[in-house]
Antibody
Framework: EVQLVESGGGLVQPGGSLKLSCAASGFTFSGSAMHWVRQASGKGLEWVGR??????????AYAASVKGRFTISRDDSKNTAYLQMNSLKTEDTAVYYCTRHQYYYDSSGYYDAFDIWGQGTMVTVSS | DIQMTQSPSSLSASVGDRVTITCRAS??????LNWYQQKPGKAPKLLIYGASSLQSGVPSRFSGSGSGTDFTLTISSLQPEDFATYCCQQSYTTGTFGQGTKVEIK
């Protein structure tokens, strides 16, 4: 079964750190770019960042709101992606999802979308 | 940054109704537009990619159209399981999402 399972969420004080994990199964994880997306309660989805595959030099990119505080990494031997969150702020409180970046090709060209999502893990930043 | 604006933010409809949701990009994104469905407490589910291509396993009552800056998601005949929030996402650059449209039971 193709799936992503996040873990590591919890309650942390402002200024603290937390590391989320995203375990993949059922597909070739090593060849996939992986993204993190978050959703605050009652709000829309916000892209957090991504890590590309080894073939693309494990390149990372981040949203401006988390750049310099969050780090995405991966361990292809464990089929797992990680989101290290430092200097957490109350506004980082959200459900965090990992998702696979998939490419589609047809006669008009190529497109891409997030086709597999984990169930999400809740991060609460509060004193 | 590319901004995505959806309308309406919510709508009420009945089973069997035709429902249309629009998404507008702040600049041209060609056809790099995806649609997701999200139910309460669940992860988003990909419905449409490339503005009009149906993801495998998604019912054919869902369709997408548009290019450039204006896009539409249409549900041809609303079913009970379709009551959810729908969200667009541009993949022209790293993916900005729209704020969502909640489809409620009338």
């Amino acid at each position: 079964e193709v799936q992503l399972v996040e873990s590591g969420g919890g309650l942390v004080q402002p200024g603290g750190s937390l590391k989320l994990s995203c375990a993949a199964s059922g597909f070739t994880f090593s060849g996939s770019a992986m993204h993190w997306v978050r959703q605050a309660s009652g709000k829309g989805l916000e892209w957090v960042g991504r890590i590309r595959s080894k073939a693309n030099s494990y390149a990372t990119a981040y949203a401006a709101s988390v750049k310099g505080r969050f780090t995405i990494s991966r361990d292809d031997s464990k089929n797992t992606a990680y989101l290290q969150m430092n200097s957490l702020k109350t506004e980082d409180t959200a459900v965090y999802y990992c998702t696979r970046h998939q490419y589609y090709y047809d006669s008009s060209g190529y497109y891409d979308a997030f086709d597999i999502w984990g169930q999400g893990t809740m991060v609460t930043v509060s004193s | 940054d590319i901004q995505m604006t959806q309308s309406p933010s919510s709508l009420s409809a009945s089973v069997g109704d035709r429902v249309t949701i629009t998404c507008r990009a702040s600049q041209s994104i060609s056809s790099y537009l995806n649609w997701y469905q999200q139910k309460p407490g669940k992860a988003p589910k990909l419905l449409i990619y490339g503005a009009s291509s149906l993801q495998s396993g998604v019912p054919s009552r869902f369709s997408g159209s548009g290019s450039g800056t204006d896009f539409t998601l249409t549900i041809s005949s609303l079913q009970p399981e379709d009551f959810a929030t729908y969200c667009c996402q541009q993949s022209y650059t790293t993916g900005t999402f729209g704020q969502g449209t909640k489809v409620e039971i009338k």
